[in-house]
Structure formats: C-alpha cells, structure tokens
C-alpha cells in the first residue's frame, strides 16, 4: 500500500506543472489526491499518509455538496499498539469563498485497524469522522488542501485527531 501511496503522490506531483493554467477551478466533478499530516490517537503521535477520491457538485451559485472515501495508513502507536489501515467515507458541504478558496466540513464513518505489538492480532474498529478545512484551486484541474479531521470511536478507544494537507487533481 505505501508503495502505491508514494506513486500517486509522485504522479500528481510531475502533473501538476502540465496542467497550469490561468483560470480558478469551480470546485466540481470527479477529485483524486493525496493526503498526509499529523496524526495523534491516545496520547500517541505519528504521521499519516493516503489517498482520497471525491465527486462534487454546484449545489447553489457558492455552495459545493459532494462525497469523499479515503484510504490512508499511519506511523501513531505506542508499546501496546499500533495504528493501521483507516477506511472512510464521508458527506461534504463546501462554500466557495473566492475563485479560488473553498472552506468546506465534512462528517461520516470509518473503519480503523490497530494491531496489537506483542502479537499479530490486530482488530478493527468503527467510528464517526467529522471535520473541516480550505481547498485551494492552483489550477482548474489542481487543488491543495488543508483540514482538521476527528474521530470519535466506540469500545473504549477515545477519539483521534489528524491535521491534514493535501494535492490532487479534478477531473
């Protein structure tokens, strides 16, 4: 998976020179980008790294309505655990406050994995993500990201919060 991660993050990189032009994106269609930041879950610190996949649409002249699935890894864990793979699937509001800037929130539902250190089992768990952040359309077809996520899970984990950048492409 990291491999992938990395080759993505590598394509929209050599990209997104290609596609430069004048004009502000719109916020609409088809999204693919990559993510990476800060991740924190029960007093433990790391880095977390994905991939994101969205549609949006003109919802009203400024208004932006859309969906978004994820898939991200991440380094957070301590002597008793390990973070994992983290699935989710979110709904997402956005308001285009410039041509170019787009502040947006987001809420929906994942699915983490932590493995245990000391042996392989590992166990997933499910939660509530919600969130928010600012899209910055370099291109028409180029976007930069910046978002704070959190996660409220059941079983007595607690809660984890990511702070998130980002580059991708619409389509």
Do not use: C, W
Not at 91 to 98: D, I, N, P, Q
């Amino acid at each position: 998976m990291k491999t992938a991660i990395f080759a993505a993050i590598a394509a929209v990189t050599l990209a997104t020179p290609a596609l430069a032009q004048d004009d502000a994106g719109s916020f609409t269609g088809p999204r693919l980008g990559v993510t990476t930041g800060y991740d924190k879950i029960q007093h433990q610190d790391g880095v977390t790294y994905g991939v994101a996949a969205g549609y949006d649409i003109a919802f009203a002249p400024k208004v932006r309505a859309g969906v978004e699935v994820g898939l991200a890894d991440s380094t957070a864990g301590g002597t008793t655990f390990d973070a994992s793979r983290d699935l989710s699937a979110s709904a997402r509001l956005g308001y285009v406050l410039t041509p170019r800037i787009m502040g947006f929130g987001k809420v929906g539902y994942t699915s983490s994995r932590f493995e245990a250190v000391d042996t392989t089992i590992g166990s997933a768990t499910e939660g509530v993500r919600y969130g928010g952040g600012v899209e910055y359309a370099a291109t028409p077809k180029t976007y930069i990201s910046a978002e704070y996520q959190r996660t409220e899970y059941g079983n007595n984990i607690g809660g984890r919060d990511a702070a998130m950048v980002g580059v991708g492409l619409r389509f």
